[in-house]
């Protein structure tokens, strides 16, 4: 297996969790060519049911959502908790401009998800991680130049003081830290310097609790080239195996576009983690039952993940997931676009996963703006198919290919519209989800 998991977007600081058959990621996303951690604003889902084939979810927050921040979206979390997915995760707040940790929720593991504050009593609450152990919730994160835990309330929304642990007489650590348990033992995973020096390296500390005392166990990914600078990740079993996952600058060369990493783990005997090579720069794709990646921009959820409705509304129930899908496609520029977000500028395979009565005529376009405002300077959409048939599938849902269309790095709108009035009487396409092939 190629230690390199993804190459088409730049993401970083991946907590993995398995929820389901389904093995899920939840990264911290980095803007591109940006050269700065502070430009980072959103973050990404992803999962996959065997390792290979892998799903991007697309955008699953955005600092936009989140009324108390200002900026700085750096790592996060997620986890179910009584029913309901959630995300922790940690930006600049607004009034204090301090490193908070913020909350927020979903229906279904794959988001999008929707901002709840902070969560109270967490003092510059950085790279925060929720762990649940059987029916109590902790939070660990990284907190000016230490490693703190405590237990949450069964709300997630406070912090019980009283729990609050210090652990920096045991570890080393300061941000990105990770429980998990194996072994009957609590682990947690942190990446740290070695007398100040950069690159920083993965470590590993033990605890019989979650609030510890922690003894360190040391360093399981060391130096390596094409790191970047930062190292920061998570351990999960999965389908009766471990997997480690972290983030490199293998792709870009440089320590802020950032590219997802996935390991085999291992124990020894000893309790300690087996120290882990990342393999040789190998594109995933290049390397035969190696990873590859789409995306899939779930129609439904569009307006929560940086896409938007025209004249459309979401029914629910059925669709891919049952999640629901777009319908009342019935007017002239009425449909639904969804938000692509692209690391290495390249071409896609774009595909609509539809149902319909009768044939239908629909246009799609891929741009960076919605719509053609009057400016002169403001480059139009681009046309992936003027006038496609979308033949009548007799109620039934299908996948259709659409074109291909060349991306260039940044964010992108993928519009699917009604390109005439239906008659009275006459029912539009409902459509399920957009999906993203990366070419070449
Ligand atoms: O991704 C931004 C920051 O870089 C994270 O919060 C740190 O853990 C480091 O990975």
């Given at each position: 297996m190629s230690s390199l998991l993804t190459n088409h977007i730049f993401a970083a600081d991946p907590s993995a969790h398995v929820f389901g058959d389904r093995l899920y990621l939840y990264v911290s996303y980095d803007e591109p060519y940006?050269?700065?951690?502070?430009?980072?604003s959103c973050y990404h889902a992803l999962s996959t049911s065997d390792l290979v084939n892998w799903v991007?979810?697309?955008?699953?927050?955005?600092?936009?959502?989140?009324?108390?921040a200002i900026s700085h979206m750096w790592a996060i979390d997620a986890n179910y908790w009584q029913g309901k997915y959630y995300l922790v995760f940690c930006a600049i707040e607004r009034e204090s401009s301090t490193f908070k940790t913020g909350l927020a929720v979903s229906d279904r593991p794959e988001g999008p998800f929707t901002n709840l504050g902070t969560i109270h009593?967490?003092?510059?609450?950085?790279?925060p991680s929720l762990f649940i152990d059987g029916d109590t919730p902790y939070l660990v994160w990284g907190g000016r130049g230490a490693i703190l835990i405590g237990e949450l309330n069964a709300d997630l929304k406070?912090?019980?003081?009283?729990?609050?642990?210090?652990l920096s007489d045991q570890i080393g650590g300061y941000e990105g830290p990770f429980l998990h348990k194996a072994n009957d033992k609590y682990y947690l995973t942190y990446p740290a310097l070695d007398n100040e020096k950069w690159p920083q390296r993965m470590c590993h500390a033990v605890a019989e609790t979650p609030l510890g005392p922690y003894r360190d166990l040391g360093v399981y990914i060391d130096e390596y080239p094409g790191n970047s600078g930062t190292i920061h990740g998570s351990v999960v079993e999965f389908n009766g195996e471990w997997f480690a996952f972290y983030h490199s600058g293998?792709?870009?060369?440089?320590?802020?576009a950032r590219s997802l990493m996935m390991d085999r783990l291992s124990y020894a005997s000893d309790g300690r983690i087996k120290p882990i090579i990342p393999a040789?720069?190998?594109?995933?794709?290049?390397?035969?039952?190696s990873t590859h990646v789409v995306v899939c921009l779930d129609a439904a959820a569009a307006e929560g993940a940086g896409g938007r409705l025209f004249g459309t509304r979401v029914a629910n129930g059925h669709g891919s997931s049952g999640h629901g899908y777009v319908t009342?496609?019935?007017?002239?520029?009425y449909g639904v676009s969804v938000l692509l977000q692209v690391g290495l500028p390249r071409e896609y395979e774009i595909w609509v996963r539809y149902r319909s009565t009768q044939d239908h005529v629909a246009r799609v376009v891929a741009g960076r703006?919605?719509?053609?405002?009057?400016?002169?300077?403001q480059s139009y959409d681009q046309y992936i198919n003027r006038g496609t048939v979308f033949p009548n599938t007799q109620g039934n849902w299908v996948e259709m290919r659409i074109g291909t269309h060349f991306f260039e790095f940044g964010d992108h709108q993928i519009r699917l519209s009604n390109s005439h009035n239906l008659s009275a009487g006459q029912a539009g396409i409902d459509v399920d989800f957009f999906k993203l092939i990366p070419l070449g």
């Open positions: 940006t050269n700065s951690y502070d430009t980072m991007d979810h697309g955008r699953i927050l955005h600092l936009d959502q989140v009324n108390w009593g967490v003092e510059w609450g950085q790279d406070s912090i019980k003081p009283q729990t609050i642990r210090n293998w792709v870009s060369g440089t320590q802020t040789e720069s190998i594109i995933a794709r290049e390397v035969p039952g009342g496609l019935v007017k002239q520029e703006h919605l719509f053609y405002d009057g400016n002169q300077n």
